[in-house]
């Protein structure tokens, strides 16, 4: 079965044009800002609601499922489902353990907080992982600007780039 | 006089030390001119950004017959273009468009894709690979021929056709060739394309949305010659204006929607469908033409004969139609701005119930707020189809992809994401399709115009409606990013496409709107532009030029921060200086000198050495003048002095010299490298506040650091920078004073939401609930 996954994946793909100029706007862009005190990384992302909503009623089939910003069981699916596409791997090839602070709405833009904690001063080695919204939408682009003290460099996921590494600073 | 009371200011508490920076360079003053930027003005091209008076384009009038094959899913076309040379030079040979080439296997788009990152080299990239290496998806010619339908000499070169003519065409002359084509219409299911058909298994149907369907004149123009670059992907097109005749013949049960207006109801409406139309002429909602249960009827079996709709088309620069027998249709006659407008919209069944409710209502509203702020509409007819396309533009047509689930029911995101869709796309028929910017050279031109004008309208669709671009502070977060580049970049080279060419200019025009030059100023020169270049071919300096010409603000410095640059803003508060007026009066002004000096600590030496013996104290001879003097008593000369200084004052001066103000210099930073107006809430210690906008010309001298005199009626108790976030300020760490680290929205996030005392107080609380509920309960 999964074979055949693959298959019509890429039939979808093929001649991959992002054609639609109306709106290629599936992008969520968000800062991950070094904290030099803990060794860790605080993680803010904003992307929208609606894509948010869209796929967590997918996987749960909660048809009336909305972000309000409140409902602890609705925010239970958000860090569920965050925490399962946003991860940071050690060098040696473990997973850093994320603590999820929380998620907020503004608007049409839901904010997303993570810390990571890296437990180490050196970032040399660290794999970022965000694969949010990725699977649902074709011409997803995450994009993070990772910064430490004036330095800042931006990462960007796509289908086919869902990891990037950490500077060396 | 003015200046010689300032220059009797003296410090109170600091000094000010206007730091000795190096000047700007010539490629670094951000109010150096466009000038050298921008091409030489012509008599085509005019200094205030309107056309010249010999302004010039091409014309292309089109004749064109089409067959849909259904069950080959094939388009079989023959057209008669006639080509009117208006520029003042002769033709040797013509460029037409082929643009479905683009999809041959070894087309530029093809071939320049670059490797993927190894690691990550999937299966399924593999199988796009392999399956493009025998697709063939591209225009195939089968005749080249001159008005006598003799063979004229041609070339395709890649997704360009060139055809020699056998004498050149003159300025000011015309010809007339034929070609003839098929075309293989593409599975949109499966290639995401701007042309396709979908295929419903479950009635056995397809809708087919059908554009760059023909060979189409490239453009050739007094700024580029011919536009004839590769078609690759992105840089969609660069067309020229004509009238089209175009009969389309398909299956007798299809129905067609397309540019232009329907020349024979009488053929292939039936008698209910024109009574309909009747109706929906004088209606005031959209009425259905075909309703759905027809629409599903028409489903179940497929017609034996075939139709032919004929359609004409004045002065578009494109056509594009669909064709399905699924469709559903609703139509009204929408009056806009004086004009009216048949607002349809076709789809079939499974939109519903979103599409009858929302589509042709979004194009009304799309006409109404567009033409406000431009020109009325002024094509007969704006159509919206739903079909496998995301979103595609084309004159009087648009292609809108978003449908509910199966069971009717739809998300937020599907219903929000329609809606805003349709006003885009419905938008696009003002810019690019009238006001005819160069798509293959600038996709800012007309994404981003369309998306400033796309937020125009949602935030008139409803109260806090889900805008995604427009607001300054969504571009933040790209405007830092270090993957960037300006938006003055051509269309297949830009970087963060969706941000580059819609949000950031969308994002540039709304603030210089709200916050530049102010909706009044901004709304006339806007307007003014697309007045201008209605029907013409604008080029970005034509905008730049005529937001100036019409409004009396240089905004040199504003395009070359926003749009030829890729820094950002970011304006800090350095430091803030409390003056004080000199009152002349040697009493006073010494007396509080010695206070000063009185406050200052004495030197270690001296307090360490207070029990030395002095050697001035063993031998008093030793004291003279000096030993006593002290250059801050008051002497009898001061006092003269000063009275003559006061004499030589003029009466308005001597009241200035009582003037009850408080002097602050507020130095400001340029971090970001966008110079900006700064816009400055000052809050008083007495309560009240007022916000102080100065100009971006404050930073004219000195792009990096400048100084700013405020004379306050009462002490300033705190200041902030851009307190409504309207100038897109990147860092709002620096814009507070006195200093108020602004916390990250982490940071925020986490103190105000996260309150563990709050947080063990209501755990302990609800522990004892239940036990109070226990008590509570009769035994």
Redesign the interface.
């Known amino acids: 079965m999964r074979a055949a996954t693959?298959?019509l994946?890429?039939?979808?793909?093929?001649?991959?044009?992002?054609?639609?100029?109306?709106?290629?706007?599936n992008?969520s862009?968000?800062?991950a800002?070094w904290i030099e005190e803990t060794h860790s990384f605080?993680?803010?992302i904003?992307l929208?609601?609606?894509?948010l909503?869209?796929i967590l009623?997918k996987q749960t089939k909660q048809?009336d499922l909305?972000l309000d910003g409140k409902s602890k069981p609705a925010e239970a699916l958000v860090k569920t489902y965050v925490l399962a596409h946003l991860s940071i791997t050690k060098p040696d090839g473990t997973m850093v353990p994320a603590k999820w602070?929380?998620y907020?709405i503004d608007?049409?833009?839901a904010?997303l907080?993570i810390?990571f904690p890296l437990g180490t001063p050196k970032l040399k080695g660290h794999v970022l992982q965000n694969n949010l919204l990725i699977d649902a939408f074709?011409q997803q682009?995450n994009?993070i600007?990772v910064t430490k003290g004036k330095r800042?460099?931006?990462l960007?996921f796509r289908k086919?780039?869902?990891?990037q590494k950490l500077p060396i600073w | 006089m003015v200046s010689r009371i300032f220059l009797l200011l003296v410090l109170l508490f600091t000094t000010i030390t206007v730091a000795q920076e190096i000047p700007p360079t010539y490629e670094q003053d951000p109010f150096r001119q466009l000038d050298e930027l921008l091409p030489t003005p012509s008599d085509y091209r005019a200094a205030s950004g309107a056309p010249g008076h010999r302004y010039w384009q091409q014309r292309a009038d089109y004749d064109i017959n089409v067959r849909l094959v259904e069950d080959r899913n094939a388009l079989i076309g023959e057209e008669t273009i006639t080509y009117h040379n208006n520029s003042p030079m002769p033709l040797e040979y013509l460029w037409l468009q082929l643009d479905q080439n683009r999809f041959e296997p070894d087309s530029r788009d093809t071939t320049t894709r670059t490797t993927p990152r190894l690691k990550q080299f999937t299966y399924k990239y593999l199988g796009e690979l392999l399956i493009r290496e025998d697709f063939q998806g591209g225009h195939k010619i089968t005749k080249v021929t001159d008005a006598d339908d003799k063979p004229l000499d041609h070339a395709v070169i890649e997704t360009m056709l060139r055809i020699d003519l056998p004498k050149s065409l003159p300025s000011g002359g015309q010809v007339t060739f034929n070609i003839g084509w098929t075309y293989q219409i593409i599975d949109a299911k499966r290639v995401r394309v701007r042309s396709g058909h979908e295929y419903f298994e479950e009635d056995g149907n397809s809708i087919y949305e059908l554009a760059q369907w023909f060979p189409r004149m490239c453009a050739y123009t007094d700024v580029n010659g011919w536009q004839n670059k590769q078609f690759i992907r992105r840089g969609e097109f660069s067309l020229e204006f004509g009238d089209y005749r175009v009969a389309i013949t398909t299956p007798d049960d299809h129905i067609v929607s397309s540019t232009g207006v329907l020349q024979n109801p009488d053929a292939v409406l039936t008698e209910q469908q024109r009574e309909r139309l009747k109706q929906a002429e004088t209606a005031e909602v959209p009425q259905f033409i075909v309703t759905p249960e027809e629409a599903k009827a028409n489903e179940k079996e497929k017609g034996k004969g075939e139709k032919t709709w004929v359609f004409q088309a004045e002065n578009v620069r494109d056509f594009a139609w669909a064709s399905s027998r699924k469709f559903i249709w609703d139509a009204v006659q929408h009056t806009s701005h004086g004009k009216d407008v048949w607002c349809m919209s076709y789809y079939p069944n499974e939109g519903e119930p979103l599409w009858s409710k929302y589509s042709t209502h979004s194009i009304m509203h799309t006409l109404d707020v567009y033409s406000r702020y431009t020109f009325p509409y002024p094509y007969p007819v704006a159509i919206s189809v739903n079909g496998p396309v995301g979103g595609m533009e084309y004159p009087m047509i648009c292609f809108n992809g978003p449908r509910p689930d199966k069971d009717g029911t739809y998300s937020k995101r599907i219903k929000y994401g329609l809606i805003s869709v349709i006003i885009h796309e419905v938008g696009h028929n003002y810019f690019p399709m009238i006001v005819n910017s160069d798509e293959r050279q600038w996709t800012w031109i007309d994404e981003g115009i369309n998306s400033f004008l796309q937020y125009l309208a949602e935030k008139e669709w409803e109260t806090d409606y889900p805008s995604r671009r427009g607001p300054a502070k969504n571009m933040v977060e790209y405007m830092v990013s270090t993957d960037q580049v300006p938006i003055m970049t051509n269309s297949e080279s830009i970087l963060q496409f969706g941000h580059n060419a819609y949000g950031k200019p969308a994002t540039a025009l709304n603030i210089l709107r709200e916050t530049i030059m102010g909706r009044e100023l901004f709304d006339y020169a806007f307007k003014k532009f697309s007045q201008r270049w209605m029907f013409k071919r604008p080029e970005p300096a034509d905008l730049f030029r005529t937001m100036e010409d019409a409004s009396s603000i240089d905004l040199d410095w504003f395009w070359r921060g926003w749009f030829y640059t890729t820094n950002h803003v970011d304006i800090a508060i350095d430091r803030v200086h409390l003056l004080d007026l000199d009152s002349l009066d040697p009493d006073i002004e010494k007396a509080e000198d010695k206070a000063k000096r009185d406050q200052e600590p004495t030197e270690i030496t001296e307090t360490r050495n207070s029990d030395v013996k002095k050697r001035t104290e063993r031998y008093p001879d030793l004291i003279d003048f000096y030993n006593h003097y002290d250059p801050l008593d008051v002497t009898v000369n001061d006092r003269e002095e000063a009275a003559k200084l006061i004499k030589n004052l003029k009466d308005d001066e001597k009241a200035l010299l009582k003037t009850q103000r408080q002097f602050y210099a507020i130095d400001f930073k340029n971090e970001g490298g966008v110079i900006m107006p700064i816009i400055l809430k000052v809050n008083y210690e007495n309560g009240t506040e007022e916000t102080l906008r100065l100009p971006a010309e404050i930073w004219r001298s000195n792009s990096k650091r400048i100084s700013k005199l405020i004379l306050a009626k009462d002490r300033i108790a705190s200041l902030q920078i851009d307190p409504l976030e309207e100038t897109a300020d990147a860092n709002l760490d620096n814009n507070h004073w006195p200093s108020r680290p602004v916390k990250s929205r982490f940071k925020l996030f986490k103190y105000k939401d996260k309150n563990p005392m709050r947080e063990a107080k209501e755990a302990a609380e609800a522990e004892e609930k239940p036990d109070r509920k226990e008590e509570a309960k009769p035994k």
């Not at chain 1, 001649?15 to 639609?20: I, K, Q, R, S």
């Not at chain 1, 929208?48 to 894509?51: A, L, Y």
């Open positions: 693959f298959i994946l890429s039939l979808l793909a093929l001649v991959t044009t992002p054609t639609t100029k109306a709106h290629p706007h992008v862009i968000g800062t800002e605080e993680v803010s904003k929208s609601v609606e894509d909503e869209e009623i048809k909305i602070i929380g907020e608007d049409a833009t904010w907080y810390e074709e682009v994009m600007n800042r460099k931006t960007k086919r780039d869902r990891t």
